[in-house]
């Protein structure tokens, strides 16, 4: 492949260098011998490094040069002072040598880097791995309200086809006999098939779909079998604080107070009056002091605790109670 | 000089790393001219020359240790030499971006001290254009047309000694030529 002249007089920079292969070398050469512009050209670049080798600035004199290794040697020998004070300095203010070796320094970053991303890594992988063992926090719990009791089983609603299929079949046996409760009478007539009873599917007529068996007709879905028409589902009764016409709740058990020995060696007497507050069932719930002896005051709330009250019904609705127990301490 | 270098450098330098002053003091005085020469070129100015020369022996003295058998010391400590060089360059075009270094450029341009009135008066011709003229190439292109036509390094050897492809060596010196001919046109 031949170049062409502005490809043979860029590498002439090259072939006045001798660093061209001996093919491009032949080639330029043949080239020169008949392109003028490139061979005024070379001989402009051979002029060039000429007069930069003629004209490059001149040595300062031998006293400049007899007197060279002296200064280096002077600077070093000062360079070493300061490095040695650098360092006597250095040990005043902190404990630690400095490292001179540069490769220790190159590890520094790398290795804090590792160590830092391991570290980072450990803290996020870990607990990945053994989620198990970690406790189950339920965050919804936290800010929502807590979950609504779990509803009753449901119940099947009166199914009317089914009921009324059974009627017509059950109702000539009916009207042909007197059947009377309690006695057993043999049927006059075969029937011809009997109709299978769904025993789990015994509705109720005026039953509700998602009612209880043994519920109540109006009662409230959610509602619990026993509780009282009218109640409201989930309502909180406060315990009603005893006064006006209101009696008190019949003490049911009753724990005798121990006297405490270091009270009986103090020989400490008193009252101790308490306000308890019972549940519904009547037992005692929650206790406050009300009129404290130190050193008998535990001995009371541990008596009290155990007693259990007839539960208080206020309109059909057993109530939790508010009332004071007096407890009289006295030594023999 | 390189047959020189390789025949005496191995004892000295291994004297030199032992601490020994005189046999590190050889060394530069076997090195001093070319090595000064060479800042010279590139910072064009005789006072940072010395400096420059200076340092980058007492640099070669402290990192002695670092040196390995085999190798060039004379190429090595001209590395170092290019190195300190380019740091200074490049610090110098910075001050003079800042207008701090104004002052000393025209000061101290072409000459040592110890020169006779006559002599700077001679050369105020085609040095100054010459040196002028290379001042005006960028760094990297200065480089390589010193390393080739001063210090006489092959394209190979600039493109190990400066990290570059040799191709970049060829069309770096390439355009330094070409600029430095249109630059000193009338001259040549």
Not at chain 1, 137 to 160: G, N
Not at chain 1, 258 to 283: C, L, M, S
Not at chain 1, 304 to 330: A, H, K, L, S
Not at chain 2, 156 to 177: C, E, H
């Amino acid at each position: 492949m031949l170049m062409d002249h502005t490809t043979i007089k860029n590498l002439l920079s090259a072939f006045l260098d001798n660093e061209l292969d001996d093919l491009q070398k032949a080639e330029i050469s043949a080239h020169l011998t008949g392109c003028q512009d490139c061979e005024e050209e070379l001989t402009l670049l051979q002029k060039l490094d000429e007069f930069s080798k003629e004209n490059s600035p001149v040595f300062p004199d031998k006293d400049f040069w007899n007197t060279f290794p002296g200064r280096i040697r002077s600077q070093i020998s000062q360079n070493y002072l300061n490095i040695q004070k650098k360092e006597a300095n250095m040990f005043k203010d902190s404990l630690f040598k400095a490292e001179k070796g540069r490769g220790q320094k190159a590890l520094a970053f790398p290795i804090a880097f590792l160590l830092h991303a391991s570290l980072v890594a450990a803290m996020v992988v870990l607990p990945l791995m053994n989620s198990s063992n970690l406790p189950q926090i339920e965050v919804y719990s936290a800010f929502l309200a807590p979950p609504p009791p779990p509803p009753p089983p449901p119940p099947p609603p009166a199914k009317k086809s089914r009921a009324k299929r059974a009627r017509t079949r059950i109702k000539p046996v009916q009207a042909r006999t007197n059947i009377t409760p309690g006695q057993l009478v043999a049927p006059v007539e075969i029937p011809d098939e009997i109709a299978e009873e769904e025993l789990i599917d015994i509705g109720v007529e005026g039953g509700v779909e998602g009612g209880v068996e043994g519920g109540v007709i109006g009662g409230v879905l959610g509602g619990v079998v026993g509780g009282v028409l009218g109640g409201v589902v989930g309502e909180f009764q406060a315990p009603v604080r005893v006064a006006g016409e209101m009696r008190l709740p019949k003490l049911i058990k009753r724990v005798e107070p121990i006297y405490p020995e270091i009270a009986r060696q103090a020989r400490i007497e008193g009252v101790v009056i308490i306000e308890a507050t019972t549940d519904i069932y009547g037992r005692v719930q929650d206790i406050k002091v009300l009129r404290s002896i130190p050193l008998l005051d535990q001995a009371a709330i541990d008596a009290v605790r155990q007693w259990v009250y007839e539960p208080t019904v206020i309109n059909g609705r057993p109530r939790g109670v508010i009332f004071t127990v007096t407890i009289t301490f006295t030594l023999k | 000089m390189r047959q020189f270098e390789q025949n005496g450098d191995h004892k000295l330098i291994l004297r030199a790393k032992d601490g020994d002053m005189d046999a590190f003091e050889t060394l530069v005085k076997k090195y001093q001219k070319p090595i000064y020469a060479f800042c010279r070129r590139m910072t064009g100015e005789h006072q940072s020359a010395d400096d420059l020369s200076q340092e980058t022996f007492i640099k070669a003295y402290i990192s002695l240790q670092k040196f390995k058998d085999g190798m060039s010391f004379f190429s090595w400590i001209r590395k170092i030499a290019l190195n300190n060089s380019l740091n200074y360059l490049k610090k110098r075009k910075r001050e003079e971006s800042l207008g701090i270094r104004e002052i000393k450029v025209t000061e101290n341009l072409n000459s040592s001290p110890q020169e006779l009135p006559q002599e700077q008066l001679q050369r105020n011709g085609l040095e100054v254009k010459f040196k002028e003229a290379l001042e005006a190439l960028p760094l990297d292109h200065k480089t390589v047309f010193i390393l080739r036509v001063f210090e006489n390094l092959s394209y190979k050897a600039i493109a190990a000694f400066l990290n570059i492809p040799p191709g970049t060596v060829m069309s770096r010196l390439s355009r330094s030529r070409e600029k430095l001919k249109t630059l000193l046109a009338e001259h040549l």
